[in-house]
């Protein structure tokens, strides 16, 4: 296992690096890789540079306190981690080990319907609140029984993923032959080096039943969806505004979109009775060329006004990071590749590694800045670009015949 102590890991940097050594190249590029030009994932970090902060100094900060709410729930940290696929693949039982390390860090854990763990053991293996991410692959009824299980199991809210009527072009994929791998037969063998380059990796994998399926999608024929099946289910299930009435229904308890970048989807989804908003581009991983999050993030907290939670994810690398996105009305982040590297590095132990970074990071960015409290920060503590606070072209409203 990689040591993810410090001094010798100091920043998330350091935790893509160890997991660049210890996972195949296809899954690495998985967790690291974006849509076509990836113009967008490096603009959702680079954004970050464009907002600068303002300290007030000579002020005495003893203590700094990071608990916050979040749609009502205490948590001891404003950073959810994101709901990541397929993290199974990149250490053993990956997102019940996860889900441990943010409930010993009192963070929320977001589990992602593409999981390879099934949702009851996820939820058995944090003592922390946990939330659960809902794709319609599998269709409806699928989707209603995955909903009661995962309420049955103690999940607090529902996270509805908006932004993946189609798979994004993830062209790294293609390069690694991720289609030839899960088909099989002749036309994978160029393929196998990257994973026999990695042995360690590939037992541990196949200790833990090899290719996967998705446990939580349960079809008709009572089997769980085959991993192959993913993007031609995600092409078959896209969520209208229309399926929040029936997914309201069948969870009920708080739900929360994901995938808002426009002032005017924010307006739509808390018309249509959310609780909460997350401002994301999917990890720039979907359409390649919108809005960096940051970026959108203040044009959405206009428009929502109060009436729900804000919450926002890509690109944080940093405690400042985080706070910027507070700055910004942020009510909390969610962070997916900062822990997926420290997954991919070295299991649990990463995943902690990386939650104390942040941790960190945030305790001495509040001390700095003269802040006592992460519900302190404003945009008092910050300047951003003034066009930032214009808003921006918006299109016409919403009919009642568009779904």
């Known amino acids: 296992m990689a040591n993810v102590a410090a001094p010798r890991v100091v920043n998330i940097s350091d935790l893509r690096r160890l997991a660049a050594r210890r996972l195949p190249r296809a899954v690495f590029d998985y967790i690291d890789g974006g849509a076509e030009g990836e113009v967008t994932l490096r603009e959702n970090a680079r954004v970050f540079d464009a907002?600068?902060?303002?300290?007030?100094?000579?002020?005495?900060?003893?203590?700094?306190?990071?608990?916050?709410?979040?749609?009502?729930?205490?948590?001891?940290?404003?950073?959810?981690?994101?709901?990541?696929?397929?993290?199974?693949?990149?250490?053993?039982?990956?997102?019940?080990?996860?889900?441990?390390?943010?409930?010993?860090?009192?963070?929320?854990?977001?589990?992602?319907?593409?999981?390879?763990?099934?949702?009851?053991?996820?939820?058995?293996?944090?003592?922390?609140?946990?939330?659960?991410?809902?794709?319609?692959?599998?269709?409806?009824?699928?989707?209603?029984?995955?909903?009661?299980?995962?309420?049955?199991?103690?999940?607090?809210?529902?996270?509805?993923?908006?932004?993946?009527?189609?798979?994004?072009?993830?062209?790294?994929?293609?390069?690694?032959?991720?289609?030839?791998?899960?088909?099989?037969?002749?036309?994978?063998?160029?393929?196998?080096?990257?994973?026999?380059?990695?042995?360690?990796?590939?037992?541990?994998?196949?200790?833990?039943?090899?290719?996967?399926?998705?446990?939580?999608?349960?079809?008709?024929?009572?089997?769980?969806?085959?991993?192959?099946?993913?993007?031609?289910?995600?092409?078959?299930?896209?969520?209208?505004?229309?399926?929040?009435?029936?997914?309201?229904?069948?969870?009920?308890?708080?739900?929360?979109?994901?995938?808002?970048?426009?002032?005017?989807?924010?307006?739509?989804?808390?018309?249509?009775?959310?609780?909460?908003?997350?401002?994301?581009?999917?990890?720039?991983?979907?359409?390649?060329?919108v809005s960096s999050t940051l970026r959108a993030l203040p044009g959405v907290v206009a428009a929502v006004s109060g009436r729900a939670d804000v919450l926002m994810d890509g690109g944080i690398r940093r405690g400042s990071d985080v706070v910027k996105a507070l700055c910004l009305g942020a009510r909390a982040v969610l962070v997916g590749r900062a822990y997926a590297y420290g997954l991919g590095a070295a299991g649990g132990p990463g995943v902690a590694r990386a939650i104390d970074i942040l941790r960190g990071d945030l305790v001495r960015t509040l001390t700095l800045l003269g802040c006592p409290s992460v519900r302190d920060l404003d945009r008092s503590y910050v300047d951003a670009p003034p066009e930032w606070e214009q808003p921006a072209r918006e299109p016409a409203p919403y009919v009642t015949s568009r779904t």
Not at 81 to 87: C, E, H, N, R
Not at 263 to 280: I, L, N, P, Y
Request: with cysteine; aromatic share 8%.
């Open 51 to 289: 907002v600068t902060f303002r300290p007030r100094q000579a002020v005495a900060v003893p203590r700094c306190e990071l608990g916050t709410t979040v749609l009502g729930t205490p948590v001891g940290l404003p950073i959810l981690l994101a709901p990541v696929g397929s993290s199974r693949m990149f250490y053993p039982r990956g997102e019940e080990v996860a889900a441990r390390e943010a409930g010993a860090a009192g963070a929320i854990y977001v589990l992602s319907t593409l999981s390879g763990c099934r949702l009851e053991d996820v939820k058995g293996a944090t003592r922390g609140p946990a939330w659960y991410q809902l794709y319609l692959v599998g269709g409806p009824e699928a989707a209603r029984a995955g909903l009661a299980r995962a309420r049955a199991a103690g999940f607090s809210a529902l996270v509805v993923t908006i932004d993946t009527p189609v798979a994004g072009s993830r062209e790294r994929d293609v390069r690694n032959g991720v289609a030839e791998l899960l088909r099989g037969g002749p036309s994978m063998l160029p393929f196998l080096p990257q994973f026999l380059a990695r042995p360690r990796w590939l037992l541990d994998f196949m200790r833990d039943g090899g290719l996967m399926a998705f446990p939580n999608v349960v079809g008709p024929g009572g089997r769980p969806l085959p991993y192959l099946d993913v993007t031609t289910a995600l092409e078959q299930t896209t969520v209208t505004w229309k399926d929040l009435g029936w997914i309201r229904q069948a969870w009920g308890g708080p739900l929360l979109v994901k995938g808002v970048l426009t002032a005017t989807d924010a307006r739509r989804a808390v018309d249509e009775g959310v609780q909460g908003v997350v401002v994301s581009n999917h990890g720039a991983r979907q359409l390649d060329g």
